[in-house]
């Protein structure tokens, strides 16, 4: 990763799921039963676990989504709920395997779609977490998420053509969503054009949904390198003053200081020419 160019791969997963709200990764929603102290069933476990969850006590919910399995092998909604709390625990590969149950078990369920996405992500499988966003895609075409992780997806796989598509998609669906403006822009640099992709720092910058200094830094230091591309010194040392200013307090004193090295030689006069000897 260049020092240049500050993608957001990593915090593009994690916002993605975000910006569902609660339609995917809520947890499913609890059958009634009526919990005896005595002699639980597999109901019971299950809506036990959705307590835990609910009070991020994940470990707490893995184990009662495991008897409510023990007792009914085929509680499609039990694995599910299980991969959501595995991969909160950042167990991505036991995710993965409980996603994959639940497809098996009831393939309507394409929340687990979604999801094994991420968690593919997470390990590496770029081409299977693409692979499982299409599918969902072609069930629920209108989840500006999915768009957004499979545009990340494929922009580190080197689809930068197929990542720009998809995030205009997430665009056209999410048009407040700062951080795709950031993705693009972070695209339209790398392809030299330099004022588009300040459009769309710029975009990012005033529609920043507290996606943290660092992330917002990131916006400015790279909305400085496409000034300086096209010769305007005094917006890019204002972006550069305010990156580092923005990297000091998210504790990144190096990135700071990268900022206002660039912002001194920026400010050098330019060397005059040596006269021949």
Same mark, same amino acid.
């Not at 923005?246 to 030689?265: C, H, V, W």
């Given at each position: ?9 990593? *915090? ?9 709200? &609660?339609? *995917? /990764? +809520? ?21 036990? &676990? ?9 470990? &707490?919910?893995? =184990? ?5 399995? +023990? ?8 694995? *599910?709920?299980? &991969? ?8 991505? +590969? ?19 779609? /979604? ?20 599918? /969902?895609?072609?069930? +629920? ?13 494929? =922009? ?62 990131? @916006? ?24 580092? =200013?923005?990297?000091?307090? @998210? ?27």
């Amino acid at each position: 990763m260049s020092r240049s160019q500050r993608y957001m791969a990593v *915090l593009g997963w994690v916002v993605a799921t975000a910006l569902l709200g &609660g339609s *995917l /990764f +809520q947890v499913a929603s609890a059958r009634p039963s009526l919990i005896l102290a005595q002699q639980l069933t597999a109901e019971d476990y299950y809506n036990r &676990g959705i307590d835990k969850y609910r009070q991020a006590d994940w470990r &707490g919910a893995v =184990e009662d989504y495991n008897r409510a399995i +023990q007792l009914d092998p085929d509680f499609a909604s039990a694995y *599910l709920n299980r &991969g959501i709390a595995l991969r909160r625990l950042g167990d991505y +590969q036991a995710a993965i395997a409980d996603y994959t149950k639940v497809l098996t078990l009831d393939p309507k369920k394409i929340n687990a779609l /979604f999801d094994r996405g991420i968690a593919r992500a997470a390990v590496g499988d770029l081409r299977g977490a693409i692979e499982d966003y299409s599918r /969902f895609l072609q069930q +629920q075409p209108d989840v500006a998420a999915a768009y957004l992780n499979r545009g990340i997806a494929r =922009e580190q796989m080197g689809d930068k053509m197929g990542a720009m598509q998809d995030y205009a998609q997430t665009i056209r669906l999410s048009p407040n969503y700062s951080l795709i403006y950031y993705n693009r822009g972070n695209l339209l640099l790398e392809a030299g054009d330099h004022q588009s992709a300040i459009d769309n720092y710029t975009r990012a910058i005033r529609l920043n949904q507290s996606w943290g200094n660092r992330s917002l830094a990131d @916006a400015y230091f790279n909305r400085a390198l496409a000034q300086v591309r096209l010769g305007r010194q005094r917006p890019a040392i204002d972006d550069y003053r305010k990156a580092a =200013e923005l990297y000091s307090q @998210a504790g990144k004193p190096d990135e700071a200081q990268d900022a206002l090295d660039r912002i001194k030689r920026l400010l050098q006069p330019p060397k005059k020419p040596t006269k021949p000897q």
